[in-house]
């Protein structure tokens, strides 16, 4: 794919509304993040195929993913990859962020096969660095897609409120981190652990030796306690704008450290109302859920479990 330089006029016209996109998405607002990338389409029109213009559209369907919005992000993540050539990192990422949206709709298969795709094309990164930055992330965020794509639907009882934070007040006063993460783990359907052991060792089997190294044995993976923790990621990162939102009920108590949030089932209903836009029936798992999130202050909740992006820009300073 060329790389069309830009102008002067254009890039400081560019830049802000990039910024502008950024924002959106941080902000958990896909239609401004798509309306940011409408107009750096219009700015780019000259070029449908411009690396920033692609960057931008991923950036949008990335927050329609995050929104559950899965089939426009769909459509428009297939014109991505089409566009920007196969041997681009954009065209792994559009991979990667479509793999994600095929698991949240059960076409596990198609999942698979562009997995497996990404990861064949990996080496087309060609600094260390940002390749194992990429490799990281892809494959945290397919483990914790598998766990959620088998928790969709799953129904194994009633969902009460208040039953629901009973439950998570006894397990804060009676368990260790460790323990809850394990319940969680042992209450997460056997469908999403086979699935979650199945996609990793089909994924890890596309690395290269020397990458497969830098991941944690399979063994390890396989743990209740290790499943919880995987559950807890994926499920924080859905429930970030229920919990985190600044003009959310919750997040207005919390972060003002008002002991009522904690007796009066705020955490629970947060809880239930990401359950119920996903059909999620496990009682269990809310409460450990619940109980897990009422350990940290509104602050260290909300930067743990923001959700972070695939895509790899050149500020991102981890390994």
């Known amino acids: 794919m060329a790389i069309v330089k830009l102008s002067e006029a254009h890039l400081a016209v560019l830049r802000p509304l990039e910024a502008e996109l950024k924002r ?5 607002e896909p239609d401004a993040a798509i309306e940011a990338a409408a107009k750096i389409q219009g700015l780019l029109d000259f070029d449908r ?4 213009l692609l960057r931008a559209k991923l950036w949008a369907f990335e927050a329609c993913i995050d929104a559950n919005r899965l089939s426009y992000a769909e459509r428009g993540l297939i014109g991505v990859r089409n ?9 792994l990422e559009a991979g990667a962020l479509l793999a994600v949206v095929l698991l949240r709709q059960k076409k596990t298969q198609e999942a698979k096969r562009i997995v497996k795709d990404v990861i064949e094309n990996i080496n087309n990164i060609a600094s260390d660095r940002t390749r194992h930055q ?7 965020r397919i483990e914790e897609e598998c766990v959620l794509a088998e928790l969709i ?19 804060l006063q009676r368990n260790s981190d460790d323990e809850i993460l394990k319940l969680i783990g042992n209450s997460v359907p056997v469908a999403s652990v086979k699935l979650l052991s199945d996609v990793r060792s089909y994924s ?7 990458d497969r190294k830098l ?8 743990e209740p306690k290790s499943i919880g923790k995987v559950t807890f990621a994926v499920l924080r990162r859905v429930a970030w704008k229920t919990f985190c939102k600044a003009d959310s009920p919750v997040y207005k108590m919390w972060s003002k450290k008002i002991p009522e949030v ?4 705020y955490f629970s209903a947060a809880v239930l109302s990401t359950f119920g836009d996903f059909r999620i029936g496990l009682p269990l798992v809310a409460s450990g859920i619940a109980a897990l999130v009422m350990k940290y202050s509104a602050e260290e909740f909300c930067a743990l479990a923001k959700p972070k992006g695939l895509m790899i820009s050149g500020s991102d300073k981890e390994i």
């Open 24 to 28: 959106a998405v941080a902000a958990a």
């Open 49 to 52: 195929n411009h690396h920033r």
């Open 83 to 91: 566009r920007a050539g196969s041997t681009t990192r954009l065209s």
């Open 134 to 140: 990429f490799q990281k992330r892809l494959i945290a």
């Open 153 to 171: 639907g799953t129904e194994e009882g009633p969902m009460d409120a208040e039953e629901v934070q009973a439950k998570a007040v006894l397990l």
């Open 204 to 210: 890890i089997l596309q690395l290269p030796a020397s």
């Open 215 to 222: 991941l944690p044995p399979p063994e390890k993976a396989q």
């Open 262 to 265: 904690f007796n009066q089932g």
